[in-house]
């Protein structure tokens, strides 16, 4: 078997105040944050999804469960960087990643290339297989009043 193939991974938490707004490793000042048993991160959460589905190995909840204490708070580049180890340990390596953050405030743009080295950095990858993009939900459902905020994740990997 050789050649490549591609995982999708999506993720969605609740905005709440108090919180701290972490997107790809990078706090960002806003009033809001996402709720979550760890740091409620939905792009390295989308991330490490699309890397477990693209090498068939399960999913986020399967290799770091959120009823497991260890896990309360934790920072989820330690996820992503797992899962690029677990990759790695069966002969996968990373392609390339596509993402789109969908938040309706504050903007995204201005802070993709700091998360774009932060990813990249935890998955041992050159920044430029790491693509982020932004949307907004014109206003429209939870997304678009501001009470949440989701991610979808392609990430295509060289098959061993
Ligand atoms: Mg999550």
Redesign the pocket.
Known sequence: MSGTRSGIGY???RLEAGRKLIVGGVVLPFEKG?A???D???L???LCDALFGAAGLGD?GTHFP?SDPQWKGAD?LIFLERAGELLDEHGFTIEYVDAVVILEKPKLGPHFPAMREILATALEVSADKIHLKAKTNEGVDSIGRGEAIAAWVVATVRVP
């Open positions: 993720d969605l938490h996402p979550g048993h760890s409620g991160d939905v390295a959460h989308a986020i959120d989820s």
